[in-house]
Every structure is written in structure tokens, then in C-alpha cells.
């Protein structure tokens, strides 16, 4: 099943930016058997411990992250880019492979000690997931593993979360 999701993954060369080679994972999405056994994947690796909340990061990682939060019947947490969240926030700004963001989070998105999954689609330099999970971690939530769909293992985006479990089926 997996080889068949790495074969709809589309390479769009210089996109956003001219030398990035962008991974669209849209043709996934729109195959609906397809998008159906990724969630199921990942729904399996947790239904025996299913985390107290699911954090995907935008935006889409809330596609994949919703999903299966709602497959495991847990909360869902976004974690955005900044001024898009109404109440109050806590955020994090971090460099990525083209430029540079800040991440927000609601301050009452989780309580202290909760275990929370994080989601996002791919892994590049690490820069965005490292910056998620500080988020999480600096409301006293705990950071139980950190799952992509894609990674783009070139990059080394692991070394910037040596602390914490990383998964992804699909790597580069
Ligand atoms: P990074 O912080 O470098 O790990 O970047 C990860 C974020 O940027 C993820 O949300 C990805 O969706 C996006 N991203 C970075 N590089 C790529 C790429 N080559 N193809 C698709 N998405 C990318």
C-alpha cells in the first residue's frame, strides 16, 4: 500500500522556491481508497495507545491529523501560523528550508501531562515539527511521537529531533 502512496506523490521541481523540489501529496488526497488506508495505517500504529489529543501542524498536517483524530476518536489540536488563532496564544518562530515561520498555539489547547501525537505531512529540516513540539512541550503536554507521511531523509530533519520518537513510512 505504501509503495502505491509514493507512486501518487507528484514531484514539482522548483516550487515554492527555484532548487526546492516540492513532494505534492494532493493526488493522495484525491484518491479516496488511497487516503482512506493511510489514515487506517497510522490508526493502527496507535489504536493500543491512542495519544489523549492529536496536534497537527497547518496546514496539512491538519488534513492527515484530523483524520485520525477522528478515526481514534481523539481531540484535534492545530497548531498554526501565526495570527490565524483567536484566543490567547504561545508561539515559536524557527527557521525552515525556504525562509523562516512562527507557529502558534492556543494556551488552553491541552492540560499538563496530556500525551499528544503530532502530525504533519513531511519532514524536511526539522525546523517546524522541533518548533510544534516545543509548543506542546512548554504547555506541559507530552510529546508521545511525532509521525509524517514523508521524509526527506537528505536533509537530516531527525538530528533536530533527537529527543523525540519519529516516524515516517515514506522516506527519501
Ligand atoms: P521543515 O521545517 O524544513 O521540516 O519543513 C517542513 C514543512 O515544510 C512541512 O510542513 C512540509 O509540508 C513543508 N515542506 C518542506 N519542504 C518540502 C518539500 N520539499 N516538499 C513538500 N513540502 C515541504
Known sequence: ??????????DIPDFPKPGILFKDITPVLS?????RSVISFFASRHQDAPPDR?????????IFGAALADRLGVGFIPIRKKGKL??????ATYDLEYGTATLEIHKDALRPGERVLLID??????????????????????????????ELSFLNGCNQLANQTVFAPIIY
Open 54 to 62: 492529536i496536534a497537527g501542524i497547518e496546514s496539512r498536517g491538519f
Open 121 to 150: 505531512d513531511l519532514l524536511a529540516t526539522g525546523g517546524t515539527a522541533k518548533a510544534a513540539a516545543g509548543l506542546i512541550e512548554a504547555l506541559g503536554g507530552v510529546v508521545m511521537e511525532i509521525d509524517f507521511l514523508v
Open 86 to 91: 483567536p484566543a490567547e496564544t504561545l508561539d
Open 1 to 10: 500500500m505504501m509503495d502505491q502512496v509514493r507512486d501518487a506523490i507528484r
Open 31 to 35: 484518491d479516496p481508497a488511497l487516503f
